[in-house]
């Protein structure tokens, strides 16, 4: 039996919390009100040092010593962002020289929070072809580069973060049973990055005109929900998994209230899903990667478990995994 499988997980997150009751003192708005509408407590800030491929370096380097694969094995390597640190070397690239992984073949994927589900697949296409055996994919954004520190309708939402796992071709009935990814690029105006001024996360330096993230969030709820718990179920379809088989679902980390309508509309209990938005916020391609990453670790998702990895970003992109652990 032959399978594409995760044999390695690794996740990297800042040091620096930018708690709610600082946004409290940035912008009008209150604790009660981002706990009770987001779900979310506190949020990770990359520093200066801490661009997405530093980040991305950390969690590929982690999900390599776990699954104990060498280094000159791996001859993919696929980042899932949307904040690359320049718009050329692909963050891949950087990744590639700071593992030393000569025999790679590297590129991003640009598929904003649906990033990693989206280089995952394209990953998964590789080794299923027999082009690639071996392949680090990775979700990463510092997505607070993006942020306009003056509108409480985004700053409060967006953390920093990476996540990463090696892909591998192994002889075993466990891996990703089924994939979907799609694309609803009429609504691209739903999210945007713009380049207007704006004010930096230091409110004493000056106004920026650098590319900043616009968000119409009320819009982009419905569709979210909407489109995520069809994903499952698709997933679930193709799998021949039933929905009650499914033990536990990893969703992008956007909303906890997202989270809810997708549960119910899915006809999944909530407790299934795994949750970590409350400490990371929205970590846009990196949400997954480090859910996954800590439902596994903790023990949410054991060997031989059917679980669902979903999610939803600007695009807008849908994406989402049926997996045997
Ligand atoms: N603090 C206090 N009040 C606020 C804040 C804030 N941080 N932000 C907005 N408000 C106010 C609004 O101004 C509005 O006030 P008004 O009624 O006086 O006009 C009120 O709260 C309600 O605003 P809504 O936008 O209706 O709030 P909602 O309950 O919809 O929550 C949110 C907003 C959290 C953005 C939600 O719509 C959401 O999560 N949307 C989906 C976002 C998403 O899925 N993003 C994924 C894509 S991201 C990517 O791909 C990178």
Request: aromatic share 8%.
């Amino acid at each position: 039996m032959h399978n594409i499988a995760i044999t390695g997980l690794g996740h990297y997150l800042p040091k620096r919390v930018l708690s709610n009751s600082e946004l409290e003192k940035m912008v009008e708005t209150s604790e009660e009100w981002i706990i009770s509408r987001t779900g979310i407590k506190e949020r990770r800030i990359a520093d200066k040092g801490e661009k997405t491929s530093f980040m991305a370096a950390k969690a590929a380097k982690e999900a390599i010593n776990d699954a104990g694969v060498d280094i000159q094995d791996i001859d993919l390597i696929v980042v899932g962002t949307t904040t690359p640190d320049s718009n050329f070397p692909s963050v891949a690239c950087w990744v590639q020289k700071e593992l030393n992984a000569k025999n790679a073949a590297c590129f991003d994927v640009s598929a904003a929070c649906s990033g990693f589900l989206f280089a995952l697949t394209t990953a998964k296409q590789y080794i299923s072809s027999g082009m690639f055996k071996n392949a680090i994919v990775v979700g990463a954004d510092k997505f607070t580069n993006l942020i306009d520190w003056n509108d409480r309708s985004t700053c409060v939402l967006f953390g920093d973060g990476a996540g990463a796992v090696v892909l591998s071709n192994t002889r075993s009935d466990h891996g990703i049973l089924a994939d979907y990814i799609h694309s609803l690029g009429e609504f691209g105006e739903f999210m945007q990055v713009i380049a207007e001024e704006r004010q930096p996360l230091d409110q004493k330096s000056k106004h920026l005109a650098v590319p900043y993230a616009l968000m119409r969030g009320q819009e982009l709820f419905k569709i979210a929900v909407n489109s995520m718990s069809d994903a499952v179920e698709i997933v679930a379809r193709k799998a021949k998994v039933k929905i009650d088989d499914i033990v536990c679902v990893v969703p992008h980390q956007a909303n906890d209230r997202i989270i809810a309508a997708v549960a119910k509309k899915s006809k999944i209990p909530k407790e299934r899903f795994f949750i970590n938005i409350d400490k990371y916020g929205n970590m846009s391609a990196a949400s997954c990667a480090v859910a996954l990453y800590e439902a596994v670790k903790s023990g949410r998702i054991k060997k031989g478990d059917y679980f669902v990895i979903v999610a939803f970003g600007a695009g807008l992109v849908v994406g989402a995994n049926l997996i045997k652990w």
